[in-house]
């Protein structure tokens, strides 16, 4: 097996703790505002979908959830400070598939196990992408130019660990190529150094550079989606049209500290359902290439094992180097 070599500038001190106060009763649940932690910067498509729900969500909860930006560490920052919080439904986390990754690379000790989880909102597959003017119209001359010159091709990414990293690494793996890795504290910053030249191209989710795409800025050039998505995105060939099998995707959602009380994780619950069967949340998301995937609370903790199970298991074939 070839091996990647993917620097991890630093690993994560991330101490779990246990929560920091017993949760208040439940019975006037809740008396004030919901902080939703976000583990990425904002205008990507996890900071998106947050708002997105907070503005809907609040038809069916009596309290205003605001959203709260903590980017770094490919969301280990926030997902920590989150599984950390009193477990009191005051602060509600938004899990990102990074949360069934970077404990395999040691860069936090919070995994898919500390949280109560609430529900799975969204999921989408990688894409790779590149500007308009650059001279590769297909993935196979952009494949064949980092097989011929390994390193040359900058491949850019929402962080270190991060689900988008580790798709290109998996190209790097199916298909015999050498990329240079760049990472960005969050999707959205990688897009704009796509956009203004700074690297060759990024793995992205659809929704992160569906705006640019739409302005002849972006070009797609294939997606890591089991079968091809709808429009824009219908005539983007799939790896598996290519005839490498290569499925990765992101996936968010919501979750709270252990320990959070039943009542108040039956609330959150109703909430989050009734937010993801709400059409104008449905239609929001699809407007920003963001496609809904919703799944109750036992159904996305089981998800959530199964990703991490998957994920450790592409780790250790993928043979990183940490």
Known sequence: MKLLRIALPGLLALVTAAPAATAAPASDYPSRPIEMVVPSSAGGGTDVMARLFADTAKKYIAQPIVVSNKPGASGGIAMTEVQRAAPDGYKVGVL?????????????????????????LNGDPGLIAVRAEAPWQSIDELLAQARKQPGTVTM?????????????AAVEEKTGVKFNHVPYQGAAPSVMALVGGHVDAITVSPAEIGSFV???KLRVLV?????????????????????TELVVGTWRGLGVPLGTPPEVVQILRDVARKTAEDPAFRDALTKANLQPAYLDGAQFQ???NSQSDYFKKLLGGLNIQK
């Open 223 to 243: 997606s890591m989606a089991d079968r091809r998505l709808p429009a824009p995105y219908d005539k983007v060939p799939t790896f598996k049209e290519k005839g």
């Open 214 to 216: 739409a302005a002849g």
């Open 302 to 304: 089981a998800f959530m």
């Open 96 to 120: 990102i598939s990074e949360l069934a990754i970077i404990p395999h690379l040691n860069m936090t000790k919070v995994t898919t196990a500390d949280f109560v989880p609430i529900a799975r």
């Open 156 to 168: 850019g990414n929402a962080g270190t660990g991060t689900i988008w990293h580790l798709a290109a």
